[in-house]
């Protein structure tokens, strides 16, 4: 019964373990499922730290002349350090400890210091180097895992259903970069807002002419036109340049602003007093 009972339990949770396939319909669920997989290694390294450590203090407890129940052999030794960085053991068998057997509180001092402070310490460093490290390509390894699982499964849809499919994506029609300008095809279209992303110069050229392959494609010419549209589009960067260091000074706060005013007041005041003592040297 105890048996069976077990392997209930360890199926049960095998089972929402396998669960954890259904994080692909979200990209940052599954990212965050990729992150707690790649941290679980540092966890092991903690446990298997903590736990040489601990057998390492309860074998050598267990040696002490001492008479405490909590700590009398190896077994319980270890039982109750394990207890100690997880906040299980009772405090009051700290209590006459210092005072009856003070080598054995020494002994835990030391191991409370070491697992509680320097591995719990060592153990969130390497969580937060391992975290950074793998953040920035979490969402990359997302999608490649979504895409894995969606090559898995087009193995198993029917030939009829896939071919309709791609029927229903029309592929073979051209699409519009704009309304009446048709373009190429092997895509589908998506619609957006003419506001999210205003573009001032066009990136598609176009020639006049025959469309024939044995055409010659014809040559490039620069003209004054395009000299002035150039200049302009330099003038149009620099301009934009310009307003985001302004906002930039903006978002810094009217300190900055400040400081930077005076410096600015200094800057042609003293430009000004340099000015006016040359005019007068001239006038001499």
């Known amino acids: 019964r105890f048996t069976y009972a077990l392997l209930s339990t360890v199926s049960i949770l095998l089972y929402f373990v396998l669960m954890t ?9 599954s990212a965050f499922t990729l992150i707690c ?3 679980v290694r540092e966890l092991w390294l903690f446990l298997f730290a903590t736990t040489v450590l601990s057998i390492a203090f309860a074998c050598a407890i267990s040696a002490l002349r001492q008479d405490d129940e909590h700590f009398d052999n190896p077994y319980n030794s270890l039982l109750h350090l394990w207890k100690i960085p997880v906040n299980m053991l009772d405090a009051s068998a700290f209590d006459d400890m210092e005072d009856e057997h003070a080598p054995l509180f020494i002994a835990l001092w030391i191991y409370i ?12 460093a390497q969580l937060n180097s391992a975290y950074q490290a793998t953040f920035e390509d979490m969402i990359g390894f997302a999608r490649l895992n979504r895409g894995a699982i969606v090559v898995a499964t087009m193995s198993s849809v029917p030939d009829t259903r896939w071919n309709k499919y791609i029927e229903s ?3 073979q029609q051209r699409i519009e970069f704009g309304e009446g300008d048709i373009g190429l095809a092997g895509g589908i279209q ?11 110069q066009e990136s598609v050229k176009r020639f006049a002419g025959t469309t024939a392959k044995d055409a ?3 040559s490039e ?8 549209i150039g200049r302009l589009n330099k003038l149009e960067k620099m301009m934009e340049k310009s307003m985001k ?5 903006v978002k810094g706060g009217s300190g900055s602003m400040m400081s930077s005013s005076r410096m600015t007041g200094s800057v042609v005041g003293s430009a000004l007093g340099s000015s006016g003592s040359g005019s007068v040297g001239s006038d001499r």
């Not at 010419?221 to 002035?228: I, K, P, R, Y």
């Open 37 to 39: 997989t790649r941290l």
């Open 216 to 218: 010659p494609w014809p």
């Open 169 to 171: 994506l029309e592929l």
């Open 21 to 29: 396939d259904f994080t692909v319909f979200s990209t940052q669920i």
């Open 190 to 200: 998506m619609f957006e807002p003419a506001s999210l992303h205003p573009t001032t």
């Open 221 to 228: 010419e620069a003209s004054a036109e395009d000299d002035v």
């Open 113 to 124: 210091t070491l697992v509680c402070t320097f591995f719990m310490s060592v153990f969130i």
């Open 245 to 249: 260091k302004i906002q930039h000074i």
